[in-house]
């Protein structure tokens, strides 16, 4: 995941900034949907726009943005998934940028980047790379106070990659696959509450984790810490940071274009073969052969 590659910044003095669960009350991920207007001149088109208390979107929150009225809220959805039999993925970046400016200087204002409609022939671009390779683009060619970038993705599952998302660009994320991973837990009767409550739960808790991400910088809302681009690089090459994450600092250069496309290919490959069950990862416990950890039972042994 290109999340992993990311350490988040922190203000190093001896008491946190913000404390995030007493000072609660000064801080917001209240988000703004719509076109920034001029804030030194009120007009009528000021009041166009939506506001959601978190930029992380339920099923209906997406739904409803979709369906606003196209005059202030026209909205295109970018397929950010790509054939690697024809372009590899370095271009398939460039062709989403230039897509992305096309819509926008045509009046869309919500760009969605999607990564839905994935398929065995195809490859998704990395959520991260999409977001920041979109916003660099629009921000080079003064466009990006008239469009809002949604990123509807599967990749999204905990605080910080909802952090490296919005930090980089996005305005709002739709974790679709959380949401459908967690509606399957209510089916097969792993989780004994309504689905609503799974799903509102599940966001009050990237909540949470963007509260404390966003205080150890002394952040209090979350429209400060948008493409505010508080990480550090570590492991990435610098033709990755040029296209995708200009001005972050990469001391230690690493992966490349070529990596990443590589590692999407080994995954969609074990992805479709139906014969084999989903591998647990091992991400957060330990697991034979999985992630490895400081307390693995050879090492606590």
Not at 4 to 9: A, E, G
Request: hydrophobic share 40%; net charge negative; charged share 25%.
């Amino acid at each position: 995941c290109v999340s992993d590659y990311f350490r988040q910044k922190f203000a190093q003095v001896t008491n946190p900034p913000i404390d995030p669960l007493r000072e609660n009350h000064v801080m917001s991920l209240a988000t703004c949907i719509g076109r920034e207007m001029n804030v030194f001149c009120e007009t009528d088109g000021h009041a166009e726009r939506v506001a959601f208390k978190s930029p992380v979107l339920l099923f209906s929150d997406l739904v409803q943005l979709l369906e606003l009225d196209d005059t202030y809220y026209r909205n295109s959805i970018l397929d950010i998934n790509y054939d690697p039999n024809e372009k590899d993925l370095h271009q398939a970046i460039l062709d989403l940028c230039d897509q992305a400016e096309r819509c926008v200087r045509d009046g869309t204002v919500l760009v969605v980047l999607s990564d839905r409609s994935i398929n065995k022939d195809t490859l998704p671009i990395p959520a991260a790379m999409a977001v920041g390779a979109v916003q660099k683009r629009l921000v080079n060619q003064n466009l990006r106070c008239d469009a809002n970038i949604i990123i509807e993705t599967g990749s999204a599952r905990d605080p910080h990659q909802f952090a490296v998302l919005l930090g980089f660009g996005a305005t709002a994320v739709y974790p679709y696959l959380a949401y459908e991973t967690l509606a399957n837990l209510v089916d097969i009767g792993a989780v004994d509450k309504p689905y609503r409550d799974v799903m509102v739960n599940f966001r009050n808790g990237i909540n949470k984790g963007l509260y404390k991400i966003m205080s150890k910088m002394g952040i209090s809302t979350i429209a400060s810490y948008r493409c505010s681009q508080l990480f550090e690089a570590v492991g990435l090459h610098q033709d990755v940071i040029e296209l995708c994450f200009k001005g972050v600092a990469s001391r230690i250069q690493g992966a490349n274009f070529d990596d990443f496309q590589q590692d999407l290919i080994n995954l969609s490959r074990r992805a479709w073969i139906k014969r084999k069950p989903l591998e647990h990862g091992g991400l957060l416990k330990y697991v034979h052969d999985g992630e490895y950890h400081a307390y693995n039972p050879d090492v606590v042994t």
